[in-house]
């Protein structure tokens, strides 16, 4: 891995049901990353979330604004699992509009983009975070069953299915 899509600053958003790869590909893209010198950062949302309250509340937001921003790379995992507080998604896009065009922005999430507004609470606010996100990014959609629900049965058979803009390549596993 060369990691152009950090050094043009273009996001990634991970797409797909529950239990498809889409944490551990995230996972696997910030590990590569680190390994090429890159400062990386995951975060689960609801994890950040919190984060971002508590620092709000001790009014050190400016502080961890400013470490994030450090970062080569960001890393926002299972969007969509918690409904954010109106204040939450207001941190939330604080910090996507800050990391945008500044730092490369990878998303995992189970759930398509006309529903992100049930999370944010706002289309207007959704519309703004997905603007930035979406801009200069790679979408990938993972398909199939989970691999959890797979292991419960006899012998599992593992493929994940991505669709990488309108070409598609298979991973069977």
């Known amino acids: 891995m060369k990691g152009e899509y950090l050094d043009q600053r273009e996001n990634i958003i991970f797409v797909g049901n529950s239990g498809t790869g889409k944490s551990h590909l995230a996972t696997a893209l910030g590990v590569a990353a680190c390994t090429l010198g890159k400062r990386v950062r995951y975060w689960r949302v609801t994890e950040l979330l919190t984060t971002l309250l508590e620092a709000r509340e001790e009014q050190q937001l400016t502080r961890f604004r400013s470490q994030l921003a450090k970062q080569h790379l960001i890393i926002l995992d299972e969007f969509g699992y918690v409904l954010a507080s109106k204040i939450g998604a207001e941190l939330l896009f604080d910090i996507i509009s800050t990391a945008y065009e500044r730092t490369s922005v990878i998303v995992t999430t189970n759930l398509p983009f006309e529903n992100w507004t049930e999370v944010l609470g706002s289309e207007r606010l959704t519309g703004a975070a997905l603007d930035r996100l979406t801009h200069r990014c790679h979408i990938l959609e993972t398909q199939g069953e989970s691999y959890r ?24 596993r």
């Open 149 to 172: 629900l797979q292991e419960g049965q006899t012998p599992p058979k593992r493929q994940v299915t991505f669709t990488f803009c309108k070409e598609k390549a298979t991973n069977d």
